[in-house]
């Protein structure tokens, strides 16, 4: 008994030392991963903005949440009625839930005496009281209700890059001149990109609207997608072409484009799409191979790896016919391009350099007439000259 003893002791020190030399590594690297969220100068305006965020990605969670919770109380209650054949790791997770559960109520209770004691709300309160209600309301609210709810309440803030004058005046533009005339697949693709912690690389619905134009312009048939993420960009463009039309979009990364893929199947034009996972320089180059695709495309969009742009750009110059569009995404970089780069958080720099190199080498390009836009995060029109 006691040498079993000896031995368990053992395997729990191997496994606390396998835990923190591990466990820390791991949270390094989480860190290392995420700091690009990490939002620079700290001001109150980014604070209220990342409280918003959250309080509309917790809205647009509750129909996911409200099943796991119903799935719990089912579980809790097979427990219960089991209770005769309880093992211990179930009488050990019972304890962790009632642990959660008292740490709820003493911070319920915490907030009750703030909020006694205090005749005005501070942010963080406010939003407390709204996560409990939230909480309630998960209970309480169908799934197609959240739903609605977050696709109504998420809209400007969810593509704003702080270009405008103001959060409303940019609100303004998407609920007068675009929302109204957006495609019900176009909103239907935005709500299942909502949830995704990356949904805002998705192109903003007012550049989109001028990108629709522009297709339409050029009566474009045979396209270029470069960045495809979930679909937006895409979609807009496959519906926009006629029956005939193709674009070939490519994309690293086929899994998110697969979350937006049911929405473009049902929307009925999956078969306009070339979809190919790869690196887009090979993709640009093996299409220059055959010279048939020399000015074979009406129109480009790019929106990703904005350091390779100008190498898109040598491309696409040749890809597209004269008379044809390239459209670049992102090229006011959030506004940082005006502001000096001490502004301008770490992780942002690089591609900042990349696009303020591209700015400067597209207004110097002859072979092209360019127009650049406030619109999303800035984009950069270019029309084939020669
Ligand atoms: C900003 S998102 C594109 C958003 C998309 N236009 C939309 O409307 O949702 C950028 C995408 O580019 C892809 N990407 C990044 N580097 C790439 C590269 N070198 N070649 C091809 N795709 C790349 C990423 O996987 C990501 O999905």
């Known amino acids: 008994m006691a040498s079993k003893l000896l031995q368990l002791k053992s395997k729990a020190c191997e496994a606390s030392k396998f835990v923190s030399k591990h466990g820390t590594t791991y949270y390094k690297q989480l860190l290392e991963k995420n700091k690009h969220y990490i939002q620079e100068p700290a001001t109150v305006e980014k604070c209220n903005e990342l409280s918003k965020q959250l309080l509309y990605t917790r809205l647009a969670s509750i129909p996911g949440r409200t099943e796991l919770f119903w799935k719990e109380v089912d579980h809790v209650k097979g427990l219960w009625k089991n209770r005769a054949d309880l093992k211990v790791e179930d009488a050990g997770i019972a304890a962790l839930f009632g642990l959660e559960c008292f740490a709820w109520y003493c911070a319920v209770k915490d907030q009750k005496l703030r909020l006694k004691h205090s005749g005005t709300l501070s942010l963080s309160r406010s939003f407390f009281v709204i996560s409990l209600l939230l909480s309630v309301l998960e209970c309480v609210l169908g799934k197609e209700t959240a739903i609605a709810m977050a696709k109504d309440e998420a809209k400007a803030s969810d593509f704003s890059k702080g270009l405008l004058q103001s959060e409303e005046l940019y609100k303004y533009i998407l609920e007068t001149s675009v929302y109204p005339r957006e495609p019900e697949a176009l909103k239907e693709l935005r709500s299942v990109t909502h949830n995704h912690p990356m949904a805002n690389m998705a192109t903003a619905p007012d550049a989109g609207q001028l990108m629709e134009m522009l297709l339409n312009l050029v009566n474009a048939r045979k ?86 742009y100008w190498n898109y750009h040598e491309r696409l110059v040749r890809l597209i016919k004269v008379g044809g569009i390239i459209v670049y995404d992102n090229t006011l970089w959030g506004g940082s391009v005006a502001e000096p780069d001490s502004s301008t958080p770490e992780g942002k720099r690089e591609g900042k350099k990349a696009i303020l190199d591209l700015n400067k080498k597209l207004s110097a390009d002859k072979r092209v007439q360019i127009s650049q836009a406030a619109l999303g995060d800035g984009i950069t029109i270019c029309r084939r000259l020669c």
């Open 223 to 308: 396209t270029i997608e470069v960045g495809v993420f979930t679909g937006y960009s895409l979609l807009l463009t496959a519906l926009t072409l006629p029956e005939d039309g193709k674009v070939i979009a490519i994309d690293v990364n086929r899994s998110t484009y697969e979350i937006g893929l049911p929405v473009i199947k049902k929307a009925g034009v999956e078969d306009k799409i070339d979809f190919r996972e790869s690196e887009a320089l090979p993709v640009l180059d093996e299409l220059l191979n055959h010279k048939e695709n020399e000015g074979g495309f009406d129109f480009a969009f790019v929106d990703a790896d904005k350091v390779s």
